[in-house]
């Protein structure tokens, strides 16, 4: 009975000595998501710790049963420090691994311990969907009115993702991780028409294929018609389209200001090609008016 009650002491205080000393492995950190197709800079893990003694490391990837997929480092010599290392999402055929968690786990030889990381690595290979659920205006006037100068486009994701706003296939805003809608503002653009698209890029990296585009047109002042027929001293009248509350014309050497959209005027009395024009804020639009005696 002595015997055995020494033992146990004995058992104890090893048990407790262990309990004291230092975990072999500090601060562990690795990519909590990531996707090995995804051509982008997330396409492979990074597994990082503090190694407190020099110590001959073998480290493995496992999967959620518990089996060996790819091993990284194989009794190999390590110094104390950090230390950095990576992984493809590939097993050791080379294929990419299928979905799910994955466990890195360091065997010490010296130490003779095994230690797994606390968290898994997710492999996700497999993009969000995205859809575009509301878009307005389609028609867009930044000319300083304060009315409909830039576009809302609201959107839903199938996972946590950044959205994409392409602009005629360039990429322009990326959004953060749990928005729903962009905003684009699209102050110093010429006028015109705009074809946009948007995409999604979820935690992993994976990308959705852009959605259809759909066409944006940019106005600060229109006049309807590129050109006006007249007869010589005949009136006539455009459509001129713009938010602001006045704008000013100028038709040869005539000018003027106008409040109202369909502008009227008198044609020049000598046949000939005259230049309209119409300005709001520094921003301009033309037409020609061709007067003819017939």
Known sequence: MLLLLAGTAAAFVVTE??????????????TPTF???????????????????SDRLTLTIEDAQGR??????ENASFGRGNHTFGWD??????????????????????LERTIAFPRTIRVDTT???????????????????????????????????QAVLLVNGRQEIETALG??????????????SYRLSVAAVDAAGNRTRATNPFDV????VD?????IRARPRAGFSIQVSTDARRYRWRLGNRRGSSRVRTLRLRAPARPGRYALAVEVGGRRDSAVVVVRRR
Do not use: H, N
Request: with cysteine; aromatic share 4%.
């Open 127 to 161: 993009p969000a969907r995205i859809e575009v659920t509301r878009l307005r205006p389609r028609d867009i006037s930044p000319d300083g009115d304060g009315r409909a100068d830039a576009l809302t486009i609201r959107y839903e994701v199938s996972e946590p993702a």
């Open 89 to 110: 999402g590939r097993d050791e055929t080379g294929e990419v691994v299928d979905e799910g968690g994955y466990r890195p786990t360091i065997e010490l030889t010296k």
């Open 35 to 53: 996707s090995p197709t995804c051509r982008c800079e997330s396409q492979s893990a990074q597994i990082s710790f503090r190694l407190r003694q």
């Open 217 to 220: 047109r940019i106005r600060y």
């Open 223 to 227: 006049i309807a018609a590129e050109v």
């Open 17 to 30: 000595d262990l309990k004291l000393q230092p975990d072999p492995i500090a601060r562990p950190r690795i």
């Open 179 to 192: 928005k729903d809608a962009i905003r684009w503002s699209p102050r110093g653009r010429k006028r015109g």
């Open 68 to 73: 060996v997929v790819r091993t990284l480092l």
